[in-house]
């Protein structure tokens, strides 16, 4: 890596996670926090806009609550991370505000992203923060999330917030190095990966498990987050956060830890809309025709080349198409409810007045309201 691609870039989103924020799960570093906070100031001082995605609300509950480990239980996790929250709040509001920058706290949800009015609500709110100088800090609100509206980890989540407001950059700060061509920790053969394309699939293979009992992910949610932020064109830099000044060097073009480069044009901003659905309202099976069209010759999906349609969902909701071979190759919003779908899968559109008592329309889910999760141009036409 010659430069790093933080040095041109006008809007970051920083993320940094539980080890670092709570000192490998000792209690919150308010030391670390206070680093950190000056270090985004310097970066907001220089007129870049940044925001904040932080983990260790969890963790610090947790503490807090003198439980040896992290639970497992819905209810105590939620318990653990309004306890946290507090504590979290508290400290990056005194350490921002002895820099003379302001904070706001964001809590979301997976539905707060998958709803179409709340994902551009919630992008206005971010854009208007960083418009007046705020420094948005956003965690998952983990006192609400099931597991059906939950993101599942702050590496994704920083993903999806570099997506809603189409930052240049996503910086995870971390407590290893980079990336690895194995795990450091167990082969010493492994070799330091300084710079890569988004999305390659041998950076997964690379990727290990979670390295601590308090955090969530590992190296292998960053590798997949570099993957979805570059739907934005954004470039993803993965760091030690104990590095010293490890965000201002960054901006100032310091190749530091690795850089995982978008090297596709951005998306549409609907196309991305719909691909940072992590879950799909249901399924539907395709024949092979059906799926080498989509592929191969951006069609539309109409409901003749179903096989099969799985889950309950409603017209408008997202539903996810499976090749043959069960591979989600596309996703999109769907014109029929799933019983009117089960009804007419395989059926050609003149006869859909006979079986449901009205004629709707020809395609499944449109070609515009779709996203390719694989195939020829791996997006929306």
């Not at 997976?110 to 992008?123: G, I, P, Q, T, V």
């Not at 948005?136 to 994704?156: A, H, L, R, S, Y």
């Not at 064109?233 to 010293?244: L, N």
């Amino acid at each position: 890596m010659e430069q790093s691609a933080l040095k041109q870039a006008r809007r970051v989103v920083v993320k940094v996670g539980s080890a670092l924020l709570t000192n490998d799960g000792r209690g919150l570093d308010r030391q670390m926090i206070e680093n950190l906070a000056a270090q985004i100031c310097t970066l907001v001082r220089d007129g870049k806009e940044v925001v904040f995605v932080s983990s260790g609300a969890i963790a610090e509950g947790v503490l807090r609550l003198g439980w040896s480990k992290r639970p497992e239980r819905i209810c105590e996790l939620q318990a653990a991370a309004a306890v946290g929250q507090m504590g979290l709040v508290q400290a990056y509001e005194t350490a921002f505000s002895a820099h003379g920058v302001k904070t706001a706290q964001i809590l979301l949800t997976h539905a707060d992203l998958s709803n179409r009015e709340r994902y551009l609500n919630a992008r206005e709110a971010l854009l208007e923060l960083l418009r007046l100088g705020v420094v948005p800090i956003i965690n998952e609100n983990d006192t609400v999330v099931t597991d059906e509206i939950k993101v599942g980890d702050n590496d994704t989540l920083g993903a999806l917030v570099t997506n809603l407001i189409e930052a240049d950059v996503l910086v995870i700060l971390t407590d290893q190095r980079g990336l690895y061509t194995a795990d450091p920790r167990k082969d010493p053969l492994a070799q330091f990966v300084s710079e890569a394309s988004a999305g390659d699939p041998a950076l997964e293979k690379m990727a290990g498990g979670a390295a601590s009992s308090l955090s969530k992910g590992g190296m292998i949610t960053k590798i997949l987050a570099a993957k979805r932020a570059a739907r934005s064109g954004s470039s993803t830099v993965i760091a030690c956060g104990r590095e010293e000044n490890v965000l201002p060097r960054l901006a100032q073009g310091e190749a530091i830890g690795t850089q995982l480069t978008a090297v596709h044009a951005p998306w549409h901003a609907r196309a991305k809309w719909l691909a940072d659905q992590l879950r799909a309202q249901g399924l539907v099976v395709l024949d092979a025709g059906a799926a080498k069209a989509l592929m191969e010759k951006k069609t539309s999906l109409l409901p003749v080349g179903i096989k099969a349609v799985q889950g309950d969902f409603v017209r408008g909701d997202v539903v996810g198409c499976l090749a043959p071979d069960g591979t989600e190759i596309a996703r999109g919003l769907v014109n029929y409810d799933s019983s009117q779908l089960r009804l007419i899968a395989g059926k050609h559109c003149e006869e859909f007045a006979a079986i449901l008592g009205f004629s709707g329309p020809e395609e499944a889910v449109h070609r515009d309201n779709m996203v390719m999760i694989v195939g020829k141009d791996n997006q929306a036409s």
